[in-house]
RNA sequence: CGGGAUGUAGCGCAGCCCGGUUAGCGCGCCACGUUCGGGACGUGGAGGUCGAAGGUUCGAAUCCUUUCAUCCCGACCA
């Protein structure tokens, strides 16, 4: 981790284990017996079922519906589109056999040699392959397009290192497989998509994106043009946190699906696919969290108040439990989600440094002098500022100070962001502002292959993105001297 | 698949170099009591084939061999 940064995020050098046991520590989930693999536990799932909501709505809104395919897709589906074999066949799971025996040289059960396979089936790493093999059947005439689908689904991906919710062997996503009569509209829809990406990490995880394009290096396998979102992380470490592919006519192809054109000639379909996984779990925590644990967005949080008693005795816990399930009810009535955790095994301490480690937006706390004062102590997870409020109208207060709290954890990430983008004109700048502070960085590239697995080699920064917004701008690359005529964003990434 | 490390109670570890009672400690767990406005304390209790197999020895968590697993650093990647 960049020096300055320690400064900034007062975070321990070791990011990475960080990351690790809070993930854990705060309930959100752990690995499991099956290397590379991920149990999510009920809190975690809680905020992926949130999230999941907030973006089958926004596919919903923009006219498109669920399906479901099939887990398992036939070895030579693969084969059929070149690079998005080679993209993918150096991490799939593969089944070969469909039965197991009793061991008959001794313990347990054995594969059966006798229940081999015909044709091996690979689990899906992403459903293209199987898709547009369904998608051949549906389509005809163009009368029959777009198709605009989208599936919740997990995939296998057969990574060397994992890491929780960032990458893990199985993950859970959504993807969307479209299909269209013109290039125009694929295009159009690619776009679409990753602007829904955008605004959903804007306004639900208060995350920050850089929209842009993929180089051809870094496209996906079988693409023409890969859009992207790409954040930031507080160690100043970029993560890919979405992507939309235009996907040409290379699919229909692959798959041979034609149709007939308003023209009456048969055509290629125009496909697009886009994407965005459990990764964002990984994004949400580490974006916003701090030495406390978990800061959660609002909009995101399983629960958004939670209400802690203050008391001596059953008698004086029973009075303060009920004048919260009062103001619980309250809150309630507006929508916002309300835990009253009245355990008595556990002291009020404990539970403060809990659901702030879970981050929990909010937090009131109600003991026997507010009681008498008819007041609440009323704690917002992000600032960890404490107010004592009326509890008259404490319904109000809150419904404010979570739109509130939803704002300023944007804000924040918005600066620190925005601090963390570096124009840089040298090869020698470029490794030092990576060095010593990380982050993204603007700076010139030729535009070639070469010079951008150049730069990779030497540092281990790749191109993250050409933004959408880059302005033109004569320049030269800081590596080779070539003429550039904009500037492209580097980072180091997860 | 290269380089490094680690496997001892649910979790985190000590003990191993230099073999020797009944294998310890912290957290957690159970019971009871005192506590309760920022991670409580006391007393009692439960919980272990020391990763596995083989060997050396009167005796192995400790030494030797083999093996399995996990983690970290590379190559790969949403």
Not at 401 to 425: C, G, H, P, W
Request: net charge negative; charged share 30%.
């Amino acid at each position: 981790m960049a020096k300055e940064l320690k400064e900034l995020t007062g975070r321990s050098e070791n990011y990475s284990q960080w990351y690790n046991d809070l993930v854990v520590k705060a309930g959100l989930a752990e690995s499991s017996a099956v290397r590379g693999c991920m149990v999510i536990k009920p809190y975690g799932y809680a905020i992926w079922e949130k999230m999941q909501r907030a973006l089958d709505d926004m596919f919903k809104e923009t006219g498109h519906v669920n399906a479901y395919f099939p887990l398992f897709i036939p070895k030579s589906f693969f084969s059929r589109e070149a690079d998005h074999v080679e993209g993918f066949a150096k991490e799939c799971a593969v089944v070969t056999h469909y039965r197991l025996m009793n061991n008959p040289d001794g313990e347990g059960v054995v594969v059966d040699p006798d229940a081999r396979l015909e044709e091996e089936l690979i689990v899906r790493p992403t459903s293209e392959t199987i898709i547009w093999n369904t998608y051949k059947n549906w389509i005809q005439s163009y009368r029959d397009l777009p198709i605009l689908i989208n599936q919740w689904a997990n995939v296998v991906r057969w990574e060397m290192r994992t890491r929780l919710f960032l990458r893990t062997a199985e993950f859970l996503w959504q993807e969307g497989h479209t299909a269209h009569e013109t290039r125009e509209q694929a295009l159009e829809e690619a776009d679409k998509m990753i602007n829904v990406y955008a605004r959903f990490a804007q306004n639900w995880m208060a995350l920050p994106v850089i929209m842009g394009r993929k180089t051809a290096n870094e496209r996906f396998a079988g693409a023409e043009e890969t859009y992207t979102i790409e954040a930031l992380m507080q160690d100043g470490k970029a993560l890919q946190s979405g992507t939309s592919h235009f996907l040409g006519q290379n699919f229909a192809r692959a798959f041979d699906v034609q149709f007939a054109g308003r023209d009456g000639k048969l055509d290629y379909v125009w496909a697009t696919s886009w994407g965005v996984s459990t990764r964002l779990m990984g994004a949400l925590i580490m974006a916003h969290s701090d030495d406390n644990g978990l800061v959660l967005p609002p909009r995101l949080a399983p629960t958004q108040v939670v209400m802690i008693p203050i008391y001596k005795g059953e008698e004086e816990l029973k009075k303060v439990v009920a004048e919260m399930e009062k103001i619980a009810a309250g809150l309630r009535a507006k929508g916002i989600t309300v835990k009253i955790d009245d355990r008595d095994n556990v002291r009020s301490g404990f539970k403060f440094a809990e659901y702030e480690l879970k981050g929990f937006p909010v937090r009131i706390v109600i003991g026997p002098r507010d009681l008498a004062a008819h007041s609440a102590e009323i704690m917002r997870r992000d600032t960890l500022e404490k107010e004592t409020v009326p509890i008259e109208n404490i319904d109000e207060y809150v419904t404010r100070l979570l739109a509130e709290i939803q704002d300023n954890i944007y804000q924040k990430a918005v600066k620190f962001r925005d601090s963390m983008i570096t124009k840089v004109d040298t090869f020698e700048e470029f490794q030092k502002v990576l060095d010593e502070k990380g982050g993204f960085i603007l700076a010139h590239w030729d535009g070639t292959t070469e010079t951008e697995i150049a730069i990779k080699e030497k540092t281990k920064a790749t191109i993250r993105c050409i933004p959408f917004d880059s302005q033109e701008e004569e320049g030269v690359d800081m590596l080779t001297g070539k003429p550039s005529h904009r500037r492209v964003l580097f980072a180091r990434s997860y």
